[in-house]
């Protein structure tokens, strides 16, 4: 790659930042260190000759072309803020460290390294005379992993390009995202039975949940049956978290909690059976791009109403009225909420097919087909938005985890493929 130790530099220094969402500070609405690394990202684009914006330090934009038209633009988005370094980390997570072929720090996969790959790339085009007849406007944003409040700040500023992508997802590429929606089930009245609790985050599958007895409410037996535990009056059931598009990867700790009241005697053994066993047969509902997905993974308690909130993904053409149906059956007051429509790109369009044409002629995966996914990534923030890169399958990037890592020599190879992705988009 060309300006090789010029990018080493740069990723050394934007890791340095800890980009964590922090409280805003004036002028810095996600603290300022992410304020420092999108002023330090903007100033480097600048310094190769890019107009570059910056939005108020939500996020920011490099732009190569002069496009003013949806048709005649194509919108890059990453971000330079990361989740919490967490503990157990073999090296110093905020110093880009090099290590047994590896590179290793917060963000050298997710998504600091990819966005200077991208910036490297256009820099590399442009140092190459290369005047794009399809503008790239390259976003990057600054508040991605708590709730894309950047992404809607730049919504409120500009008018994004109705195609695009973002380095910030797998390769060879996904063309579709589920649809996201929150169900809250209203739990009948329980009379032997209160306090419930349970689940973390509406999409991660419940890990732990607990609930209080009345005497004599805590029968060994079914304790037993159920592989709970109690304390006192308190039944804690344990389970294995995974995430909430996949539920079949984890154990539902509410699932033996449930199960065991309604052996004890309260009203619901068909609940049971519809939240956890599937009665409804909301699996099956499937289509081209995957099955609905559904996983009651929280409990919320108003006054003295309890909610159980569940994670669904439906893959379009399918929507919410896809469902209602087997939601009807299952004799629980709910409402449904979307979250996230889904979003799905022509598979035979233009954008589909530069960016896989890219990916093929320089892995040599011929084969290589565009998937879907069940998670949901910065590509939604373009209408016609696919996630392109940088995690190669059956690779492990220890992402939002201790030692994030990626190979040194696959940061050249997917700097290539960014490079030919960019010069193709760049033509019309
Ligand atoms: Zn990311």
Known sequence: MKNYSLFLDACSQLISFNTENAPAVSGAPFGLENKKALDFFLTLAKSFGFETINYDNYAGEIIFGNGKTSADQVGIIGHLDIIPVGTGWNTPPLKLTEKDGKFYGRGVSDDKLPCLLILFAMKELKDAGIIPERTLRFFVGCNEESGWQDVEYLKTKTTLPEYGFSPDGIFPLSYAEKGMYEIAFLLPPLKNFSNIKGGTAINAVCANASCTAVDGAIIPSLLEKHNLK???????????????????????????????????????????????????????????????????????????????????????????????????????EYTITEKQPPVVVEKDGWMISKLLSAYKENTGEQTAEPVSMGGSTFARAFKKGCSFGPEFKGVSYHIHDANEQVDVAEVEKTYNIYLSALNKLAKI
């Open 230 to 332: 109690a304390n006192g009056n308190t039944i804690t059931a344990t389970g294995v978290s995974a995430h909430g598009s996949a539920p079949h990867l984890g154990v539902n700790a509410f699932k033996s909690l449930f199960s065991y009241m309604a052996d004890a005697g309260e009203n619901l053994k068909d609940a049971v059976d519809f939240l956890f066993n599937d009665k409804a047969g909301i699996f099956n509902l499937k289509n081209e791009q995957g099955i609905v997905t559904f996983s009651p993974n929280m409990v919320k308690t108003v006054g003295k109403k309890t909610y159980l909130l569940a994670d669904m993904r439906i893959p379009a053409p399918f929507d919410q009225n896809t469902v209602i149906p087997a939601l009807n059956q299952f004799g629980l």
